[in-house]
C-alpha cells in the first residue's frame, strides 16, 4: 500500500506525525511508499531526530498548511499548495491508495469530496472510527463528518 500522510495537520504537527510514521514504517511491511507532505525542512529535522532513513519515504514539498480556523472550503480554494490538498492529489494522480491527516477534518472531507468525489451511490462522506471495547471493537459511523446525517446518507 502507498499511504500519502499530511506530516502538516493535526495539534503538534510534523513532530509526532513523523514519529508516528516511522513507527508505522517499523510495524508494518506491507506500507511500499509512504508520502510525507509538508515543509521538506521541518518532516527531514523530525527524520533525522528518529534516525530514519528508510528507503520507503518520499517526502513532498507544500508551502501551506490548513489552520484549524480556516473555512473547509476555502480553505481548499485559497490553498491549494496545502500538505492536506497536495496529499489527496497524489492520491487523484494515482501515486498513493489513501491518504492520512489528523488535521482539519473539514478540510480533509472537503478536498476528498472536491477532488475525488464519492463513489457511485454515495451522496455524503461520512467518516468512521474504530473504537475498541473490553470485548470487541466496534464502528461509529459518520463520527462528525456531517452535522444533521439522514438516515439514507448512514445506510450509504
Known amino acids: 500500500m502507498k499511504i500519502a500522510l499530511d506530516a502538516m495537520g493535526g495539534d503538534f504537527g510534523p513532530p509526532n506525525l513523523v514519529a508516528g510514521a516511522v513507527m508505522a514504517l517499523g510495524a508494518y511491511s506491507q506500507i511500499e511508499k509512504l508520502f510525507l507532505v509538508g515543509d521538506t525542512a521541518q518532516i527531514e529535522t523530525e527524520l ?3 534516525r530514519c532513513n528508510d528507503s520507503r519515504i518520499e517526502i513532498v514539498h507544500s508551502t501551506q498548511v490548513v489552520e484549524m480556523t480556516d473555512g473547509a472550503v476555502d480553505s481548499v480554494r485559497r490553498k491549494k ?4 490538498s497536495r496529499a489527496v492529489d497524489l492520491v487523484k494522480k494515482g501515486d498513493a491508495d489513501a491518504i492520512v491527516s489528523a488535521g482539519h477534518t473539514g478540510a480533509a472531507v472537503a478536498a476528498t469530496t472536491i ?4 463513489l457511485p451511490g454515495i451522496d455524503r462522506p461520512g467518516i468512521a472510527a474504530i473504537i475498541p471495547s473490553e470485548t470487541n ?5 459518520d463520527a462528525g463528518a456531517n452535522s444533521d446525517p439522514r438516515p439514507e446518507h448512514l445506510v450509504q
Open 48 to 50: 533525522k531526530k528518529d
Open 137 to 141: 471493537i466496534f464502528v461509529l459511523i
Open 81 to 84: 499548495d496545502s500538505s492536506v
Open 115 to 118: 477532488k475525488l468525489r464519492t
